[in-house]
């Protein structure tokens, strides 16, 4: 079916400048009321809101996250998220597969562990040369594995390049306000977190990159659905796609949750299309 779309109306626009997006420690008394008032997701899943609730101010205060809620004047909380800096990484095929070889020249084998290093590598190469692995990549696996055993014990991990990006956490709602956004009368079927979205986070990450290097935002899905809604969600609504190319290191509390990222200049513009787009209907004139 056809749609007609058209622009968000100027009283919508005043709806949403009415609502009130900021740091959960700018007014940390009301504004934690507010948070504290949550309606939890009936569904399940509410790791997000409690994680906010049990950590989010001090976070917020220490800066090891930016913690925000999203409130109506009257002090109704709608939404909370937080964003920090993060960071992404380029794979690269041959550093993986040197990587799988030198695991299985080095660790799969007991006896490698007390050899010196010198006898470690040439006990590689012998490998590799029996195994066929290319010579280029039993070089880079031998070039990590010095370059892993002189940084300090390992903690110096060496990827082809990096990539600077935000990562948003913490995403969730109040499932209790369906009543009050119904009444702030926007008139329209979108879901309140994706209207706020596209409100009030995108345009954080547009004044980041104006001030530092960073051209992403991305996420890790808290989703254990079989048909993956809110990974389809993430997708859909919010424009974030499973990433394929990049990397990350991941905490390990979000081991399910697959990394979903977006370029910060596509948020631009798709926030841009998104309130062009703001109103729809059926198209009547569809024959
Ligand atoms: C994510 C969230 C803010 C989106 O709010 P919204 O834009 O108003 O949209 P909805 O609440 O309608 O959610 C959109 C869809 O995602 C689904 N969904 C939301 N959270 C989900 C979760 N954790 N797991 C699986 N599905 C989820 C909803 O059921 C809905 O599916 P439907 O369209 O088939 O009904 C809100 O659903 C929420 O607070 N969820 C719980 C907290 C959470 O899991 N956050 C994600 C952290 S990564």
Redesign the pocket.
């Known amino acids: 079916m056809n749609m007609r779309k058209w622009h968000i109306t100027d009283s919508q626009k005043s709806i949403l400048d009415s609502i009130i997006c900021e740091r959960l420690s700018t007014n940390p008394r009301s504004n934690v009321a507010a948070l504290s008032a949550f309606v939890k ?1 009936p ?1 399940g ?2 790791g ?2 409690s994680h906010l609730l049990d950590h989010g101010l001090i976070d917020d205060q220490s800066c090891s996250s930016a913690v925000y809620i999203i409130r109506t004047r009257r002090n109704e909380g709608l ?1 909370a998220f937080s964003l920090k800096c993060g960071e992404l990484y380029v794979r690269d095929s041959r550093e993986f597969n040197a990587t799988q070889a030198l695991k299985k020249a080095f660790f799969d084998d007991g006896e490698v562990s007390c050899l010196s290093q010198e006898e470690q590598i040439s006990r590689f190469r012998e490998i590799c040369a029996k195994k066929s692995i290319d010579k280029n990549q039993a070089d880079l696996a031998i070039k990590m594995h010095v370059d892993l055993c002189k940084s300090e014990k390992g903690q110096v991990r060496h990827v082809p390049n990096t990539v600077p990006g935000i990562l948003l956490v ?4 109040n ?1 209790g306000v369906s009543e009050t956004w119904r009444a702030l009368g926007l008139g329209v079927e979108r ?4 209207i706020l979205f596209w409100k009030f986070v995108v345009p954080i990450a547009l004044s980041v990159k104006k001030i530092i290097g960073c051209n992403y935002m991305f ?7 079989q048909d993956e ?2 990974i389809n ?1 993430y997708s859909e ?1 919010l424009n974030f796609k499973r990433e394929t190319k990049y990397g990350v290191n991941k905490p390990v509390y979000d081991l399910l ?1 697959p990394l979903m990222t977006q370029t910060i200049s596509d948020m631009e513009s798709r926030r841009t299309r998104y309130f062009q787009e703001f109103n729809m209907s059926p198209d009547d004139d569809e024959e």
């Open positions: 997701n569904y899943r509410n997000p809101l939404l913490d995403f969730c709602k499932f879901p309140m977190g994706e996420l890790y899905a808290a989703d254990l659905t809604t809110l969600y609504a949750c």
